[in-house]
T-cell receptor, first 106, second 114 residues
Framework: KNEVEQSPQNLTAQEGEFITINCSYS?????LHWLQQHPGGGIVSLFM???GKKKHGRLIATINIQEKHSSLHITASHPRDSAVYICAVSNNDMRFGAGTRLTVKP | EAEVAQSPRYKITEKSQAVAFWCDPI?????LYWYRQILGQGPELLVQ????????DSQLPKDRFSAERLKGVDSTLKIQPAELGDSAMYLC????????????FGPGTRLTVL
């Protein structure tokens, strides 16, 4: 079993829909990261959080340390949000989930 | 805004050939990471440098892979000889502090071994 599990693996949505991607982890962490990987391969860090909730534009990330669970929400989704979203946890090193491939259709 | 640079962006090679990838981290970042990402999976750490020293290379296949960061700035990852299973995206990332662990990723090098 992977230490970082994401769901769903693939997600297709219509433009404007509210999207949720989930991440569960089984190891102790100092922080959890949400990353966005574009089709060309480059990875962009969206959030790093260790408690509570963070918001940036239409993106919201939450974490529940007791339940070892985090969610990434996208409000009013847009085709340009189409990407792979990767959850990663860090302590002494960084462990990555397999990613969620999001496709937002116009 | 400062970025992590990688080259080449794409590399196609035949098996048994040697390949090399280059990474230039964000200026001042002491920690540099090389990851391999197989299609459909998350990145897997190959090697971590702190300045010019290797901190973690436990997942690096040392029979064919080597990495160096001689002056503690840019880094080279080499595969010799390349095998079909090495086809993947090779990502470089850098961080100013390995304990805070905010890593900045480069665009990656997509390797195809024929």
């Amino acid at each position: 079993k992977n230490e970082v599990e994401q769901s769903p693996q693939n997600l297709t949505a219509q433009e404007g829909e509210f999207i949720t991607i989930n991440c569960s982890y089984s190891v102790g962490i100092s922080a959890l990261h949400w990353l966005q990987q574009h089709p060309g391969g480059g990875i962009v860090s969206l959030f790093m959080l260790s408690s509570g909730k963070k918001k940036h534009g239409r993106l919201i990330a939450t974490i529940n340390i007791q339940e070892k669970h985090s969610s990434l929400h996208i409000t009013a989704s847009h085709p340009r949000d189409s990407a792979v979203y990767i959850c990663a946890v860090s302590n002494n090193d960084m462990r990555f989930g397999a990613g969620t491939r999001l496709t937002v259709k116009p | 805004e400062a970025e992590v640079a990688q080259s080449p962006r794409y590399k196609i090679t035949e098996k048994s050939q040697a390949v090399a990838f280059w990474c230039d981290p964000i200026s001042g970042h002491a920690t540099l990471y090389w990851y391999r990402q197989i299609l459909g999976q998350g990145p897997e750490l190959l090697v971590q440098f702190q300045d010019e020293s290797v901190v973690d290379d436990s997942q690096l296949p040392k029979d064919r892979f080597s990495a160096e960061r001689l002056k503690g700035v840019d880094s080279t990852l080499k595969i010799q000889p390349a095998e079909l299973g090495d086809s993947a995206m090779y990502l470089c990332a850098s961080s100013s502090d390995p304990y805070i662990n905010t890593q900045y990723f480069g665009p990656g090098t997509r390797l195809t071994v024929l």
